[in-house]
């Protein structure tokens, strides 16, 4: 739909509030799709960036900041950064109360959504035709993947929270205390709440009042049901989350309210019967509904795995962690000599069977061999892809080392559809390589059997070792060349160290069955030596717990944990 009412145009529209906090990819495609809406350049951007929770925030938060910094054709862009983490409800609650009471009407969004070309179009008019209208307290911009044809427009009672506007008479009525607001739910009501007992809504607000979750959300959309106030929705969604990659606060792996957002059709906002629409309330509630049964269904089957399988294997599932170590050895090769190795023709061939069903689309990425069906980012390494990109006319030119067939390329391939230039370059065991060039590579993806082969093709502004340099039987050697390429930025993902430790030691990890059969000498790295190594030419700026957040040993004096480093290359060296 491409909603267009010149009888409601203003010449100053209504503010876009947009909240952030340390998600930088999702939060450029947020800006990007509201800088395609027509009405950007007309429009301001209020900002409102929360802190960091931890020190493991500082690095993900500060890149989101540094790019809000850069964001430029809106009429303008207000930056409000927090010095504390004040968490997503708290933020929405104040900077929505502060911008409302200033400009009387918003637009509010988050870092998750990206917008139609004709949202900001359908908001402001939407927002200037029902100004009056005391019934009406807030336009909605996202509906449901029904199924059903919905009408162009239409009202539901209460209101919601993934792109939406309204007026300071509607925040007003917000009620941030759940305890008043339950006290005046009766059992018919309740039932109303829940779409006609389709979704627990009002268990959601109990949960708000015990104190188990935190949302603005559930308070926003039963201030306005116990008021008996109605938002307007539109038929077709203006919006679409991408947050549901467990990288938001509130949000996990669900696919299920995704949404195409390619509107085609010229169509004219025009005032339909202000009450609400039983017909597309009974729609929505049927599919509430099946999505409750959904979540209940995943749900239980979680919890039946839980009971009979122990966690470790899990993990391992979900991972692709190792989990089974043993021994303290003098030398490589006294363990090497109990060990099958890596290098095994049948690992090869099970990594390639994987990686084939990952570019037929019959998987979205493999790890180790195993499968994943839904996304799954590791928001610090793709952040730092990210910004060596930026610094580098937004071209990446990567050296996984130890890479496998792509493993992580295609993990996080969509990510980097927005590059100018990106080929990434797996420096691996030959019987790899030949597999790799035979199957995988293309104009992006190459695949080399040495460091110096592939640098004499290919200038690199990061190296890459994930998962990899535990098991290389002198990795220091290896670091010591890698050092030598002079990227910009240097990771270290997915590897073991010790908490206290300063000296590393040698084990053999056993790699499950379910998984392939084999088993290869492995370091645990003392943290201190490891860092040390890098020390005259990189300096440590980011270090958080790897994607698996295995602990291998849990005695306090030899704790290991997986973990990820990102170093920055120092200046003039």
């Known amino acids: 739909m491409n909603y267009r009412n010149s009888n409601f145009m203003k010449k100053n529209f209504s503010p876009i509030v947009l909240f952030v906090y340390n998600r930088s990819w999702h939060t450029r495609q947020t800006v990007e799709s509201l800088l395609a809406n027509e009405l950007a350049n007309e429009s301001d951007l209020i900002i409102f960036a929360d802190g960091p929770k931890d020190e493991k925030d500082f690095f993900m938060v500060g890149e989101v900041r540094n790019y809000i910094k850069t964001i430029v054709g809106f009429r303008s862009v207000t930056i409000n950064e927090s010095p504390k983490n004040k968490g997503l409800a708290n933020s929405v609650i104040d900077g929505v109360t502060e911008v409302v009471s200033k400009y009387g009407r918003i637009i509010v969004i988050e870092d998750d959504m990206v917008t139609s070309p004709y949202f900001l179009r359908f908001m402001n008019d939407a927002l200037e035709l029902y100004e009056n209208e005391d019934k009406v307290i807030s336009i909605h911009g996202y509906m449901y993947p029904v199924k059903e044809q919905l009408p162009e427009t239409f009202f539901l009672r209460g209101a ?15 009620e941030p205390n759940p305890h008043k607001l339950l006290n005046q739910f009766d059992r018919e009501l309740k039932k109303k709440f829940n779409f006609n007992n389709s979704f627990p809504f009002h268990k959601m607000l109990k949960n708000q009042a015990l104190g188990k979750i935190d ?13 008996n106030k109605l938002t307007l929705y539109p038929g077709e969604s203006l919006l679409k989350n991408i947050g549901m990659d467990n990288s938001g606060t509130h949000c996990t792996n669900n696919d299920v309210y995704l949404i195409n957002i390619d509107c085609k059709k010229d169509q004219n906002l025009t005032r339909v019967d202000i009450s609400e629409d039983q017909q597309s309330k009974k729609i929505i509630s049927s599919f509430l509904k099946k999505l409750y049964r959904m979540k209940t269904k995943k749900r239980k089957i979680k919890e039946f795995f839980k009971k009979i399988v122990p966690q470790r294997i899990l993990n391992l599932l979900r991972t692709g962690a190792h989990t089974v170590y043993s021994g303290d050895y003098d030398s490589w090769s006294e363990a090497r000599q109990l060990c099958s190795g890596y290098n095994q023709d049948n690992i090869v061939q099970k990594v390639a069977a994987a990686i084939g069903k990952v570019v037929a689309g019959e998987a979205v990425f493999e790890r180790d061999s195993v499968l994943f069906h839904h996304e799954e980012y590791n928001w610090p390494l793709v952040n730092t892809l990210l910004k060596a990109a930026r610094e580098n006319n937004n071209e990446l030119y990567v050296l996984d080392f130890g890479g496998s067939l792509g493993s992580t390329y295609f993990q996080n391939r969509k990510i980097f559809k927005s590059m100018n230039s990106l080929k990434w370059c797996i420096v691996e065991q030959e019987n790899f390589v030949k597999i790799g060039i035979e199957r995988f590579q293309t104009g992006e993806l190459f695949f080399y059997k040495n460091i110096d082969l592939c640098l004499n093709e290919n200038k690199i502004n990061v190296v890459l070792l994930s998962d990899v340099l535990q098991y290389l039987e002198k990795p220091y050697v290896i670091l010591e060349e890698l050092k030598n390429v002079k990227a910009d930025y240097l990771i270290i993902d997915r590897t073991f160290v010790f908490k206290e430790r300063t000296h590393s030691r040698l084990c053999i990890q056993k790699v499950p069955p379910v998984i392939y059969k084999a088993s290869y000498p492995i370091w645990i790295f003392g943290r201190e030596t490891l860092e040390n190594c890098l020390a005259d030419k990189y300096l440590k700026i980011a270090e958080f717990d790897s994607i698996s957040g295995q602990i291998l040993i849990k005695k306090p004096s030899c704790e290991a944990i997986d973990k990820c480093f990102i170093f920055k290359r120092k200046p003039n060296v």
């Open 160 to 174: 919601d929270c993934w792109g939406w506007a309204t007026w300071k008479r509607g925040w007003d009525l917000f």
């Open 215 to 227: 949302s603005w959300a559930i308070r926003w959309y039963a201030s306005a049901f116990i008021k």
